[in-house]
């Protein structure tokens, strides 16, 4: 069993920068693949960027390709999602997913653990 906790999220002005946590609780992280997701209202849930187990491998949604970064500490069992230049189309709630397996997927049922979430909001 893996617990993700997620924080970070908040109120930001469009063009401004968060950075979101995930931090693991349970099995042993660094094998892992992680993944974040987002959820709009209305929409269903979408995914943002991956990153492999042995963190060799990122992975990112175009529209967020550019502006967003995800990252892993495997010493601190927490996976980081820089967000900059955010738009108002970013507002969402985000999710942090565990895969149980080494490679990142995009799909939201190849993920194992979820955390609860948190929301990020961007003002125009």
């Not at 995930?22 to 709009?40: D, E, I, L, T």
């Not at 529209?63 to 980081?80: P, W």
């Not at 939201?108 to 125009?124: I, M």
């Amino acid at each position: 069993q893996v617990q993700l906790i997620e924080s970070g999220g908040g109120l930001v002005q469009a063009g401004g920068s968060l950075r979101l946590s995930c931090a693991a609780f349970g099995r042993p992280f660094s094998r892992y693949a992680m993944g974040w997701f987002r959820q709009a209202p209305g929409k269903e849930r979408e995914f943002v960027a991956a990153i492999s187990g042995s963190a060799l491998s990122t992975y990112y949604a175009d529209s967020v390709k550019g502006r967003f970064a995800i990252s892993r500490d495997d010493a601190k069992n927490t996976v980081y999602l820089q967000m900059n230049s955010l738009k108002p189309e970013d507002t969402a709630v985000f999710y942090c997913a565990a895969r149980g397996a080494n490679s990142y997927s995009t799909g939201t049922h190849d993920y194992d653990y979820w955390g609860q979430g948190t929301q990020v909001t961007v003002s125009s």
